[in-house]
């Protein structure tokens, strides 16, 4: 069992940067693969980023690539997803998920445990 906690979301200009935090308690964080997804209102969950269990794999949705980053520190069960040069179209509410496995995928279905969401609001 892993609970996750989202932190970092906020209101911000457009062209401005948030960090997202996703603290993990339960056993064995580096077990996990993770993901960052996002949900707008009206709109289905999609995957933004995802980051394999060592922290040596990493990928993105094309949309972000370039922009957002996602990192890990498996001795603090603490995901990150570092935003920069924010836009309108970013604004949604983020999650985290966790996936046993080594590696990340943008699948949805494939994620065990969710987190409850942080909201991200991009102004222009």
């Known amino acids: 069992q892993v609970q996750l906690v989202e932190s970092g979301g906020g209101l911000v200009q457009t062209g401005g940067s948030l960090r997202l935090s996703c603290a993990a308690s339960g056993r064995a964080f580096s077990s996990y693969a993770m993901g960052w997804f996002r949900q707008a209102p009206g709109k289905e969950r999609e995957f933004v980023a995802g980051?394999?269990?060592?922290?040596?794999?990493?990928s993105y949705t094309d949309s972000v690539e370039g922009r957002f980053t996602i990192s890990r520190d498996n001795a603090k069960n603490t995901v990150y997803l570092q935003m920069n040069s924010l836009k309108p179209e970013d604004t949604a509410v983020y999650y985290c998920?966790?996936?046993?496995?080594?590696?990340?995928?943008?699948?949805?279905?494939?994620?065990?445990?969710w987190g409850q969401g942080t909201q991200v609001t991009v102004s222009s």
């Open positions: 980051i394999s269990r060592s922290g040596g794999s990493t």
């Open positions: 998920a966790a996936r046993p496995n080594l590696l990340a995928t943008a699948r949805t279905g494939a994620y065990d445990y």
